[in-house]
């Protein structure tokens, strides 16, 4: 079992950057998959970004490679989202994911946090 909780979402301008964080709780924390979703009103959710367990490898939609670095620290059961030149289309609901299937896919994933709401004004 695994409890997720993310924190650092806020309203930016255009242009700036946030930090989103994303607490677990477990001790099977390091064996997971994490992603980061997000959902726009009247949108459907859709991947961000993906670190596998072991940190080797990371994955990003095409959306936000280049400005958005996601990150995680097994030893303090954190995962993060580095987000650079904020769009206003960036703007949505973000939750944090754990999983053990293919990454980009939110099926997938079978830990959901609450969500975090960003709002990039333009």
């Known amino acids: 079992q695994v409890q997720l909780v993310e924190s650092g979402g806020g309203l930016v301008q255009a242009g700036g950057s946030l930090r989103l964080s994303c607490a677990a709780s477990g001790r099977t924390f390091s064996m997971y998959n994490m992603g980061w979703f997000r959902q726009a009103p009247g949108k459907e959710r859709e991947f961000v970004a993906a670190i596998t367990w072991s940190g080797g490898s990371t994955y990003y939609a095409d959306s936000v490679k280049d400005r958005f670095t996601i990150s995680r620290d097994n030893a303090k059961n954190m995962v993060y989202l580095q987000m650079r030149t904020l769009k206003p289309e960036d703007t949505a609901v973000y939750y944090c994911?754990?999983?053990?299937?293919?990454?980009?896919?939110?099926?997938?994933?079978?830990?959901w946090g609450q969500g975090t709401q960003v709002t990039v004004s333009s």
């Open positions: 994911a754990a999983g053990l299937g293919s990454v980009r896919v939110d099926q997938f994933y079978n830990y």
